[in-house]
């Protein structure tokens, strides 16, 4: 990690935009996109080479997609809501404590109204969408993005977590699935463990066993495809609630579960290892 915030960014920029300019758009012949969780990060995520390395390789075996639609741990609201479609969306820095570059940070994404549209048409009428005229992106959605999609050429919408209620963020997520198959990803952002308050930032290389236990547990059901399993995570999962004071960054993987073609697929794990002791589990489903 160097001194300077970002400083890994930029170098990572230089190599990663002429490669991400060479990606082919998506086609009807490739079939469905898969349906992605993925761990978050925050700013610092710009300071992590390697990690910064995964997340763009990951976007990289994917076809450019027609639009990303993002289910952030940092938007909760009901009723069900959407973020602002228009053309160069503004971000919300909804973090606090880190250098100011990161505050400068833009990532101006293309006008998403016709995704908003055909997102709007998916749900039914017990689950009504709500436009946000003036909600932009959060740092849940535009600090991966930004690292995956360097240029900002996709469109991108933010939906909000309106309930932790598994069933229904899986209901929602099947609504979702036919999206797939017309060239959108759709992508539930989290962090796999997410303990804050009981990290020791004095030792950052220390990766706590609540936070262990409680990946070996995710990492064995995801393996199984149990979604079960995943879903007795307040009574079942070990490091509770250390792994989760608040269940935020788990619950987007009901909603990527749910878009999936078979709601009981094994995942194929995309990213592991720890951050701050933190777990960057991260997978995709078919």
């Known amino acids: 990690m160097s001194g300077r915030p970002g400083a890994a960014f930029d170098a990572f920029l230089a190599d990663a935009a002429p490669a991400a300019a060479e990606r082919r758009d998506w086609a009807p012949e490739d079939g469905a996109l898969p349906a992605l969780y993925l761990s978050h990060g925050a700013p610092p995520l710009f300071d992590e080479a390697a990690w910064m390395g995964e997340l763009f390789a990951w976007a990289q075996r994917l076809p450019r997609p027609k639009g990303i639609l993002i289910v952030s741990a940092h938007w909760e609201a009901a009723p069900l809501m959407i973020s602002s479609p228009a053309a160069g969306t503004p971000l919300v820095y909804d973090f606090g404590g880190f250098p100011e570059r990161y505050f400068k940070m833009r990532y ?105 236990d409680f990946d070996d547990w995710v990492a064995d059901a995801l393996a199984r495809g149990d979604i079960e399993e995943l879903a007795r995570y307040r009574s079942q999962a070990p490091g509770m609630p250390y792994a989760h004071p608040t269940v935020d960054h788990y619950v987007p993987l009901f909603v990527t579960y749910g878009a999936a073609s078979e709601q009981e697929q094994a995942a194929t794990t995309v990213i592991d290892g720890y951050w701050l002791g933190l777990s960057k589990r991260s997978f995709q489903l078919n």
């Not at 699935?177 to 959108?184: A, D, K, N, S, V």
């Not at 930032?201 to 609540?210: A, L, S, T, Y």
Request: no cysteine; aromatic share 6%.
């Open 108 to 212: 101006e994404t293309p006008d998403a109204t016709a995704m908003a549209r055909r997102v709007a048409a998916a749900m039914p009428d017990t689950e009504p969408l709500h436009q946000h005229a003036s909600r932009g992106l959060d740092h849940g959605a535009w600090v991966p993005l930004k690292v995956m999609y360097p240029d900002a050429d996709v469109p991108v919408l933010q939906m909000s977590i309106p309930t932790h209620d598994p069933d229904r963020l899986m209901a929602i997520g099947a609504r979702l699935r036919p999206l797939r198959e017309e060239g959108y990803l759709v992508v539930g952002s989290g962090f796999m463990t997410h303990g804050l308050p009981f990290i020791d930032f004095h030792r950052p290389d220390q990766i706590p066993g609540w936070s262990a």
